[in-house]
């Protein structure tokens, strides 16, 4: 065979495997081609998890309202926590929705490798459609959840005539895809360590869980002391969460400044995750 | 069709054996130590100057070859060969540690059947999950789905849960699903092994349609040899990770099998004090003798195996010996036992023989045992599990590659007659 067949067969092959990684991938693209695949297991998630229940996807409602009436009592009513002049349920509300979308975001995807590891083991798709797949059950769950809770805001706003509604209500997706992206991006560099070293996730369990209290969830962010503020406010989740009432409630003005920051530091941790996790999805199901 | 479909250039797989933990966490910064600051230069991993350190294991050593399109290979060797490492490269599950391999069109591997079947979810859904995961696209779903329904005969349960089924049906719908995939290259490993017999024949039958009409490539590992010389036009043999051998699958698999025959057929004990027996008896040759048919080296269902035994006889007292041969299975099971007449012998070398003839035992492993019998009533000395073999299958004319049942497997007659009206 002389040289020129050869080069001409080289150019027909139309994928090739071999250890060589690119620190530059992301998988975007192939993301794309597996949108169906995305879908189906958004599908899957959303279905499975209502079966052989009596009330089915009511449950969606019931578990932020739930939340939301404990915090009402025990941090409401018997611990007195300021909301700033805010309704009480509509201030708690906020705070689980957002706090739940992330937490449920986050430890969806730190756990991609654990929990899909029978499936990675016998098929090969871009893993990055575990955790995408998750988001997206997620953000469902939140827009049904925003909906409750637009519900009783209006009630308020029509009857008891608290609130003015603004131009700044389009903030509100931005704010949830920054709450996505932040989760996905922790996510997935939690995801790439916790695979080689099971107590990463442990630790990482407990920070979660401390997580709430450095983040306004059950309290306004006006009550921590002067200064511990600017560190509170690198916390992404405190501009998300503190925007999110702005708009709705206009008590504080908008912290723009922090939101830029927050916005750059989501970002910041997706890229990276997003790299890292192209880089060992393969490696880590050696080591599983 | 001569185009090359799939080439593998020099693949190795490298796997760090041992525990992740504390002391793997303490080589991981030495690690990154070395390589922030450049400590020691380049220490590649390489296969070929390995330290055969119990802590590191070569799955796969340098592997290349190169596929046809419409080509159906089988994968042979032992456990532990590399055959399920090369597989899950090939399917991308995992990255060789050196090498590249370059492919055209789309491939699909059936490492395991129902992959990410979810138990609550009913038939009708898990067959788009699972078509989905496997690679197929909604729409193509869509188009097959009452085939795949048909095949899979289960069309009263589709809106259950497979939680619900029982594993027979799961198995069966699993498989309707990954035989109606339709990518360049398939990669199959094992499936056959589930199933009931006749499912089974289902699924050969398909995947020989799959090849034969569609022209489709099919990579495929089976303990099952018969089904890999009726389905396979190529075979690749692996042993440790290396490949052996690769050409037409009667060749390799010939071979392997000669390989795998290769316990020894005979002992020899030139020292009466050192060979097994007592003061009665002493061993001094055992010998399983084959008479191949057509050359193939290989015992299969069909050969006639000599058994021939010498001993040394050292009888303390007049009595007249029998020898009662026993033919067992593996599992333990008498197959036959057969015995000499009695009759007194001279002290000194005592040879005896048996023939098996060829088409009577089942495939599968043997152990011969031996008893010393005194005036047919007492015996003087056992000899168990002496000798070993194993009886390949052997079949010809059939499309049924399942197991064959019975514990022995003569050729009788069965006569067929058209009865006039």
Redesign the interface.
């Given at each position: 065979m002389d040289t020129e067949e050869k080069e001409d067969?080289k150019l027909?092959?139309?994928?090739?495997?071999?250890?060589a990684k690119s620190w530059f991938k992301m998988g975007l693209i192939d993301l794309y081609a597996y949108r169906?695949?995305i879908l189906?297991f958004v599908?899957?998630d959303l279905?499975?998890s209502y079966?052989?229940t009596i009330i089915g996807p009511i449950w969606i409602f019931l578990q932020p309202l739930f939340t939301t009436l404990i915090y009402l009592i025990v941090f409401g009513n018997f611990a007195k926590v300021s909301t700033d002049d805010t309704p009480k349920i509509l201030f708690y509300m906020s705070g689980t929705i957002i706090w739940t979308f992330f937490f449920d975001n986050i430890s969806g995807t730190m756990y991609t490798f654990i929990t899909n590891a029978?499936?990675?083991?016998?098929?090969?798709?871009p893993r990055l459609v575990v955790p995408v797949s998750n988001i997206i059950t997620q953000s469902v769950r939140l827009s049904i959840q925003l909906v409750l809770f637009i519900i009783i805001f209006l009630y308020y706003y029509i009857f008891f005539d608290k609130f003015q509604l603004s131009i700044s209500l389009f903030l509100i997706p931005f704010l949830i895809l920054l709450t996505a992206t932040f989760a996905l991006g922790s996510g997935l560099l939690i995801a790439v360590f916790t695979a080689?070293?099971r107590d990463i996730d442990t630790f990482f369990q407990y920070i979660l869980r401390l997580g709430m209290f450095i983040t306004p969830v059950v309290f306004p962010s006006t009550i921590v002391p002067q200064k511990y503020q600017f560190l509170f406010w690198l916390n992404p989740l405190t501009p998300i969460i503190e925007t999110f009432r702005s708009v709705f409630f206009h008590q504080n003005a908008i912290q723009y400044n922090y939101l830029l920051i927050a916005t750059a530091e989501a970002i910041f941790l997706l890229i990276l995750g997003l790299i890292l996790f192209k880089r060992r999805e393969?490696?880590v199901?050696?080591?599983i | 069709m001569d185009n090359v479909i799939l080439k593998a250039e020099n693949i190795s797989k490298y796997y760090k054996l041992g525990v992740i933990g504390t002391r793997s966490f303490k080589e991981d910064l030495q690690g990154f130590w070395k390589k922030a600051f450049r400590i020691s230069g380049n220490e590649k991993i390489n296969p070929n100057n390995t330290n055969n350190s119990s802590n590191e294991l070569w799955a796969l050593k340098d592997i290349s070859f190169e596929i046809m399109q419409g080509d159906v290979v089988g994968f042979v060797g032992k456990n532990g060969a590399g055959k399920s490492t090369l597989l899950k490269i090939l399917s991308r599950i995992t990255l060789p540690t050196t090498g590249t391999i370059k492919g055209m069109g789309r491939i699909a591997s059936l490492l395991e059947v129902g992959t990410g079947f979810h138990a609550e979810l009913t038939g009708r859904e898990n067959i788009f999950l699972n078509g989905q995961i496997l690679g197929m696209h909604k729409k193509e779903i869509l188009l097959k789905f009452d085939e795949i329904v048909a095949f899979s005969g289960i069309e009263r349960f589709l809106d259950t849960p497979v939680k619900r089924y029982s594993s027979g049906m799961y198995v069966r719908l699993a498989f309707a699903i990954a035989a109606h995939l339709d990518p360049e290259i398939l990669i199959i490993d094992e499936v056959l092994a589930v199933g009931d017999s006749d499912f089974q024949k289902k699924c050969l039958g398909k995947m020989k349609q799959v090849s034969a009409e569609e022209g489709k490539t099919v990579l495929f590992v089976s303990h099952n040899s018969q089904a890999l010389k009726n389905l396979c036009n190529k075979a690749i043999h692996l042993e440790k990770g290396r490949l052996i051998d690769i050409g037409s699958t009667q060749d390799i698999i010939t071979n392997y099998l000669k390989n795998e025959q290769d316990q020894p057929l005979k002992k020899v004990y030139n020292d009466p004090d050192e060979a097994p027996g007592n003061s009665n008896i002493r061993i001094k040759k055992l010998e399983v003798i084959p008479k191949y048919v057509d050359n193939s080296k290989i015992i299969d269902i069909r050969t006639p195996l000599t058994i021939q035994f010498e001993f040394w006889y050292l009888p303390s007292e007049n009595i007249d010996l029998g020898v009662s041969m026993s033919l067992n299975t593996v599992m333990g099971d008498c197959i036959f036992d057969v015995d000499s007449i009695a009759q007194p012998f001279q002290k000194g070398l005592v040879k005896g023989q048996c023939t098996i003839p060829g088409n009577l035992l089942n495939n599968g492993s043997y152990t011969i045992s031996l008893i010393f019998i005194r005036n047919t009533s007492s015996a003087i000395f056992e000899l168990e599990e002496c000798l070993s073999f194993d009886v390949e299958d052997f079949r010809e004319n059939t499309a049924w590659y399942g197991d064959w049942p019975g514990a022995i497997r003569p050729k009788f007659k069965v006569l067929l007659e058209q009865e006039n009206l």
């Open positions: 067969i027909n092959w139309q994928w090739e495997i071999s250890p169906g695949l189906r599908r899957r279905i499975a079966q052989q029978h499936i990675f083991n016998k098929v090969y798709f080689r070293y393969v490696e199901m050696d080591i | -």
